[in-house]
T-cell receptor, first 113, second 110 residues
């Protein structure tokens, strides 16, 4: 069974479109995250939810809106896509403590043309 | 914010040892993680240090000095499958988030 899953794995779309990426974890974790990994492989936190509540919101354009319908799901919606949004987006989850390892999903490679 | 530095690339021979250094400057430091990421795949957990000293896990060991803001990951008996990017990440007391360094790409040659 996949611990953290994301759909889709690949997403190719045009500038200006709106798209969503879905994430689900079956580990029973309380905390979920979205990360962006750019072409230089730098992995940067975007958002974090703990028990469906937003606890981390880094400096991310408000075109990006996360939504957590329940503890097991964290979706990312992106409006008006731009070329610079092209990256790999990783979802992750953890038990919630600062000392708990994070489990990453397989990533969604977003290409904006 | 957090300032995390690690070398960009390292190359080593199969069977050898490689040490990847990570230095950090952050207020409210809590602990330090090492993750491994193979090309095109997700990061996977390797180790976590919160106290000073060495943590050993098979062929991989991780060391932390809180007073020096320094950690290293030691990979012994290198295998071809160890070719990957190794990410150093710190947590601070107030938040749940991980702040990652840029990663060190290790290439193992036969």
């Amino acid at each position: 069974d996949t611990a953290v899953s994301q759909t889709p794995k690949y997403l190719v779309t045009q500038m200006g479109n709106d798209k969503s990426i879905k994430c689900e974890q079956n580990l029973g974790h309380d905390t979920m995250y979205w990360y962006k990994q750019d072409s230089k492989k730098f992995l940067k936190i975007m958002f974090s939810y703990n028990n469906k509540e937003l606890i981390i919101n880094e400096t991310v354009p408000n075109r990006f809106s996360p939504k957590s319908p329940d503890k097991a799901h964290l979706n990312l919606h992106i409006n008006s896509l731009e070329l610079g949004d092209s990256a790999v987006y990783f979802c992750a989850s953890s038990s919630g403590g600062r000392e708990d390892e994070q489990y990453f999903g397989p990533g969604t490679r977003l290409t904006v043309t | 914010g957090q300032n995390i530095d690690q070398p960009t690339e390292m190359t080593a021979t199969e069977g050898a040892i490689v040490q990847i250094n990570c230095t950090y400057q952050t207020s409210g430091f809590n602990g330090l993680f090492w993750y491994q990421q193979h090309a095109g795949e997700a990061p996977t957990f390797l180790s976590y240090n919160v106290l000073d000293g060495l943590e050993e896990k098979g062929r991989f060991s991780s060391f932390l000095s809180r007073s020096k803001g320094y950690s290293y990951l030691l990979l012994k008996e290198l295998q071809m499958k160890d070719s990957a990017s190794y990410l150093c990440a710190v947590t601070i007391r107030a938040y749940y988030k991980l702040s990652f360094g840029a990663g060190t790409t290790v290439t193992v040659r036969a």
